[in-house]
């Protein structure tokens, strides 16, 4: 899920974000990483490889492209398709950028509502998730979603301060805030995972069951309007099942 809030920016409705400074890992933004890694490394050479098949003309690099770069070799199995086709009715009728559901398919708004920034800044939140899937499956707990976020959110915002995204920034009249906006979607996940995680402690030595204690953590996400709003009130709020987000399709399917 990618969510920015929109008062500010239309087209920000529900954006995604990403952040992560110093270590150098698979997930460091490729500017960074050949920056970093110099001309060697799997990044860079990523990198040449675009660099010599370049977009035409002024044409936005492809969603396929832009996760390439963001992830060398670990999106090849996943299809980027429109928000509006998204398998859920629970995210259908919001205005999420993109929602990740699988480990093999991305769901965005098309290009006239994304430019070149959001484009590659939401996808790189959405390849953090299709990675997160890769390597545990979608969330089963919603205590594991939120913790999802987390992760996505935080490395989403680290990419705004890498050069390509100073770079493709420097366009945007209303940058800035935008970034800004960003920052403080990213915080409001944080604040939720946090208000959640101290509940949860408060508990901890009280033979909570697993179901009692994701409780808290989804009672806490309602609250904090961090899931669809398909119902209206607390009790209506607690029918949500993790599955109805996250409903598998795609070329993998998790046997849960
Ligand atoms: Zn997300």
Redesign the pocket.
Known sequence: ??DIPAELHPVLANA?VVSNAGAVTSNTPVENRQEILGTNSPAATAARVAQANPPSGNKMPSDQQILELQFPGEMNNVDILKIKDVPSELVGPEDYQAW?NSDSQIFIKEKPELDEFMRIFVLY??GI?IRQFNQNGPPKLFQNMIK??VQ??GKSTGWLDTKQAQRLGSARKDFRKTVQLARQAAANVFRIADAALEQHIMVINDGFTEAEIDEIYLETMIENSMLPDKYVNLEEFKRYQIGDLYKQTGKTFFSE
Request: proline residues 0%.
């Open positions: 899920m990618a995604s990740t939140h959405e998730h999802y976020e996505a959110y």
